[in-house]
């Protein structure tokens, strides 16, 4: 029931950040500003889609070694290709599968794996908390809200890390608490180090968009602005960072758009909404490709089966994700 009302209200919140872009900016500026964009903006920008692919499957496959069990490299992509298509019809259903591959593959216990995948999406808010941080401790943008929002990440954090360093038996016994326990800091950190060409390639999916569109907004200024669109992104609150996303984009990067290339919201509007409809549209070929293999065959139905046995509990709290 808490999943459903949550899955509800990000719908809503979704629809109502994307009526008020359209209200503020006519959609036929934004299909204007389409029209303008350099030749070279889709290749580039779905090069730069393949490339978070790729990234994202290396760091899982990785963290996996590390924490789970040793498996292909081939089949960590096969297999996160196809959560992608999995996850668009239910999130949880597509993190599910991928706990169902590595037990089915490995023999290994469903809750380590569920416990793993808890890291894996752990780790990657905290690089992009620790970007954010930086972002705005040398950047010149603050949007409304979002201090106060990292001050409690930080706060959330410090509590982390000291239940991590002391590691209290009766958290240990636990199954769910096991891998990121016995991760330790050391763990933790290794498995952000090999998040940050992940983060890295977002950057670069977002940055190719803007300035194939015309916006000229310095390497430096995208660096410490990027990640903070991105930490907004996965936040719980739309549905694919759909709506949000763009409203920030807006405010960070309008004033970066020459005069000649349009107004400066709906080219901004403009380009990452068609990078989005890029990611998509790649997510879910890549994902209908890969869900046909004799790798992924009967994963959506067995991570289902698992859903309703309570396995994918845990995770039904993140009721919306981005292309990360």
Aim: aromatic residues 10%; charged residues 10%.
């Amino acid at each position: 029931m808490r999943a459903r009302v949550l899955r509800v209200l990000a719908w809503a919140i979704t629809v109502a950040a994307l009526l008020w872009l359209f209200w503020k900016t006519p959609i036929g500026q934004v299909w204007a500003s389409v029209g303008r964009a350099a030749s070279w903006t889709l290749p580039v920008v779905l090069v730069a889609v393949i490339l978070v692919y790729v990234a994202d499957s290396f760091a899982m496959w990785k963290t996996f070694a590390w924490f789970l069990a040793r498996l292909p490299f081939r089949d960590v992509l096969i297999v996160r290709g196809a959560t992608y298509l999995l996850a668009a019809i239910n999130y949880s259903v597509g993190q599910g599968a991928i706990v169902y591959f590595v037990h089915r593959a490995r023999g290994v216990p469903i809750r380590r794996g569920v416990a793993t995948v808890l890291l894996i999406m752990g780790t990657n808010v905290l690089v992009l908390l620790a970007l954010v941080t930086l972002g705005l401790v040398f950047g010149s943008e603050r949007p409304p809200g979002l201090v106060p929002v990292v001050s409690v990440a930080w706060a959330g954090l410090a509590v982390y890390v000291v239940v991590v360093a002391v590691a209290p038996r009766w958290l240990r016994s636990r199954p769910i608490f096991d891998v990121l326990l016995s991760a330790g800091l050391a763990g933790h950190l290794k498995a952000m180090a090999v998040r940050l060409p992940h983060i890295a390639a977002l950057i670069a999916f977002n940055l190719s968009a803007l300035w194939g569109f015309g916006v000229a907004v310095p390497l430096a200024t995208a660096i410490t602005a990027l990640p903070v669109v991105m930490f907004i992104a996965v936040l719980p609150i739309s549905v694919q960072g759909l709506g949000t996303t763009q409203a920030v984009m807006v405010l960070f990067f309008a004033r970066f758009v020459p005069a000649a290339a349009g107004e400066p919201s709906a080219v901004v509007l403009g380009a990452s909404l068609t990078a989005q409809v890029v990611a998509l549209s790649f997510q879910v070929l890549t994902g209908l490709i890969c869900v046909r293999t004799r790798t992924a065959r009967g994963l959506g139905e067995a991570a289902r089966k698992g859903m309703r046995k309570g396995f994918a509990d845990p995770m039904e709290s993140e009721s919306s994700g981005s292309l990360g």
